[in-house]
C-alpha cells in the first residue's frame, strides 16, 4: 500500500524508517506522472513488507520538494537508513525502477 507523505510527516515515514524507501514526487495535472503511478501501485503492493512506497504531491507539500530539489516530475527517490541512495526523473518502466528498488533491499 502507497503511503501519502507530506512535510509534517516526510521525516516520520521516509528519514525513519526501518525499511528502504521509494518517494513518487507528483502532481494531478502531470501526464508522464499518470503513467508511473500504476508502476508505483504494483511495486507497493509486491514489496510490501519489504520496503515502503510513498507519494508526495509536490501541490501539497512545499519544503520537502524544495529539500531534494525537485525541479521536474515525476520524480522517484529511493533512501535507505535515512539516507538518499538514488533518484530517477521521468517516466520509466517498472523493470527499471524495481532494479533501483532492489539494490537497496
Not at 528519514?15 to 495535472?29: G, N, S
Not at 518502466?93 to 524495481?98: P, Q, V
Request: aromatic letters at 8%; proline letters at 5%.
Amino acid at each position: 500500500m502507497e503511503i501519502n507523505v507530506t512535510d509534517s510527516n516526510f521525516k516520520e515515514v521516509v528519514l525513519e524508517a526501518e525499511l528502504p524507501v521509494m518517494v513518487d514526487f507528483w502532481a494531478t495535472w502531470c501526464g508522464p506522472c499518470r503513467m508511473v503511478a500504476p508502476i508505483v501501485e504494483q511495486l507497493a503492493k509486491e514489496y510490501e513488507g519489504k520496503a515502503v512506497v510513498a507519494k508526495c504531491n509536490v501541490e501539497e507539500a512545499d519544503q520537502a520538494p524544495v529539500n531534494y530539489g525537485i525541479r521536474n516530475i515525476p520524480t522517484l527517490l529511493f533512501f535507505k537508513d535515512g539516507e538518499l541512495k538514488d533518484k530517477m526523473v521521468g517516466s520509466n518502466t517498472k523493470e527499471a525502477i524495481e532494479a533501483r528498488l532492489k539494490a537497496l533491499l
